[in-house]
């Protein structure tokens, strides 16, 4: 590959936790997602020469994922040449929805293209979550590993790592209301209790058995009945403004289930068509529209793939 060619890769954003897989369940969406940027350049080291669409985030490639993903990556395969990298933001920091995973994600595909597929898709979770770790202080792949391989993906233990993907079964729609306020996951998971009574331990591991169930039966009446997270949520939605008025609101207008996207604040529901989606997502919006509170929202169904090349040229990509 010559020095002067670039690839641009997409990945999307991602729903976490999904009620009842608290750090162990995600699936993809089409969009919002991020996009980069990568070149190889003579001189070593890693370059980041422009950030797109947020202000705030840093330059410098040890502070920045897409420069930390890339660092691990050149280092494991002892390359000496350097890179040039850009990073194009499509979603908000802090919503809830895996942003610096899917920056993450990108890099790592990028990457890897650019240096002739060295690694498998899986093996890139494990450069992904280098980024998580970066940016949370903590590697999870439960955003990274969705966005990286597409529908949905159940982290089944870290030691050593074996993620299971589980594709998507039947059609599923996914709405998302994001109220604009940052929400850390420094600060969700600050709140939450670090014992759990076994009581609700047991129901919680019923509703995900009972959801994985239903993505192998197809059967969407399980599913509903399975999305509901007895442990988490009670405590966490106390940092969403209207997170039950909404929730409420979805599954009036046909939701298979509802719940808090990753950390928060944003909220997704899921549904079997996209009418039906587009129905939840009008009335997630009413409850909101009197509030003072902007937001945005999302309609997505929930793809095969994840992350995905967008370009590769000899030319210089368009600026955004």
């Known amino acids: 590959m010559q020095n002067n060619e670039f690839i641009k890769a997409y990945a999307p954003a991602t729903v976490a936790n999904v009620c009842c897989g608290f750090d162990v369940l995600g699936f993809a969406l089409d969009q919002p997602g991020d996009e980069v940027w990568a070149r190889k350049t003579e001189q070593p080291g890693i370059t980041i020469t422009a950030i797109h669409g947020i202000d705030g985030l840093s330059s410098d490639p040890t502070e920045n994922v897409i420069g930390v993903v890339a660092?691990?990556?050149?280092?494991?395969?002892?390359i000496t040449h350097g890179l040039e990298m850009q990073l194009h933001k499509g979603m908000p920091v802090g919503s809830g929805l895996g942003s610096s995973a899917a920056s993450s994600a990108a890099a790592a595909f990028a990457v890897n293209e650019l240096l002739g597929k060295p690694f498998t898709t899986q093996a890139l979770v494990l450069y992904a979550m280098e980024g998580e770790k970066k940016a949370s202080g903590s590697a999870h792949a439960d955003n990274v590993a969705p966005s990286l391989l597409g529908g949905f993906v159940l982290v089944r233990d870290y030691s050593p790592l074996d993620v299971v993907p589980l594709g998507v079964p039947l059609d599923l729609y996914c709405t998302i209301l994001y109220p604009?306020?940052?929400?850390?996951?420094?600060?969700?998971?600050?709140?939450?209790?670090?014992?759990?009574?076994?009581?609700?331990?047991?129901?919680?591991?019923?509703?995900?058995?009972?959801?994985?169930?239903?993505?192998?039966?197809?059967?969407?009446?399980?599913?509903?009945?399975?999305?509901?997270?007895?442990?988490?949520?009670p405590e966490r939605s106390i940092l969403i403004p209207l997170f039950h008025q909404v929730k409420a609101a979805a599954l009036a207008a046909g939701a298979l289930g509802a719940g808090i996207s990753g950390s928060g604040p944003s909220i997704f529901a899921l549904s079997a068509t996209l009418a039906q989606a587009q129905a939840v997502q009008e009335a997630m919006e009413k409850v909101y529209a009197h509030s003072g509170i902007d937001t945005k929202t999302y309609v997505s169904q929930v793809p095969d793939q994840g992350v995905r090349l967008v370009?590769?040229?000899?030319?210089?990509p368009a600026q955004a």
């Open 180 to 233: 604009q306020i940052e929400l850390k996951t420094s600060l969700s998971r600050s709140i939450l209790k670090q014992e759990i009574p076994l009581k609700k331990g047991i129901t919680q591991w019923g509703n995900l058995a009972g959801f994985m169930a239903g993505l192998l039966m197809k059967d969407y009446a399980l599913l509903g009945r399975s999305l509901h997270d007895e442990i988490f949520e």
């Open 311 to 316: 370009e590769q040229s000899l030319l210089q």
């Open 71 to 78: 660092h691990k990556m050149l280092t494991d395969l002892h």
